[in-house]
Nanobody, 124 residues
Framework: QMVESGGGLVQAGGSLSLFCRPT??????????IGWFRQAPGKERELVAA????????YYADSVKGRFKISRDAAENTVILQMSTLNADDAATYYC?????????????????WGQGTQVTLSS
């Protein structure tokens, strides 16, 4: 019910923006919490940023603070992850996920809806 876009190949130190949109009639509602997770090969899937749809309260993992910015566009029903100063540790598949109860930032089991992921690759 969600689709990510914007992934690709980027040079170290560069920037990239990822977009998350609901599909098939699915819309983000006021109490929803939308998160961006990432998973690199051989590593656990981790939450990097999240935002509440109602009032745009934000969370960032320490590893991306000051470099990533999450925002929402209510008119376009879209969540955007702006990434800058990218490094090798940021290379991963990025997933958009939605927690419809909005009651937990970190409990992955609460995120009922997931996209298929978009790949971010770094070149040196």
């Amino acid at each position: 019910q969600m689709v990510e876009s914007g992934g690709g190949l980027v040079q170290a130190g560069g920037s990239l923006s990822l977009f998350c949109r609901p599909t098939g009639g699915f819309v983000f509602l006021a109490n929803y919490l939308i998160g961006w997770f990432r998973q690199a090969p051989g590593k656990e899937r981790e939450l990097v940023a999240a935002i509440t749809w109602r009032n745009a309260k934000k969370y960032y993992a320490d590893s991306v603070k000051g470099r990533f910015k999450i925002s929402r566009d209510a008119a376009e029903n879209t969540v955007i992850l702006q990434m800058s100063t990218l490094n090798a540790d940021d290379a991963a598949t990025y997933y958009c996920a939605c927690n419809p109860t909005g009651d937990s930032w970190f409990d992955r089991s609460k995120y009922d809806y997931w996209g298929q992921g978009t790949q971010v690759t770094l070149s040196s």
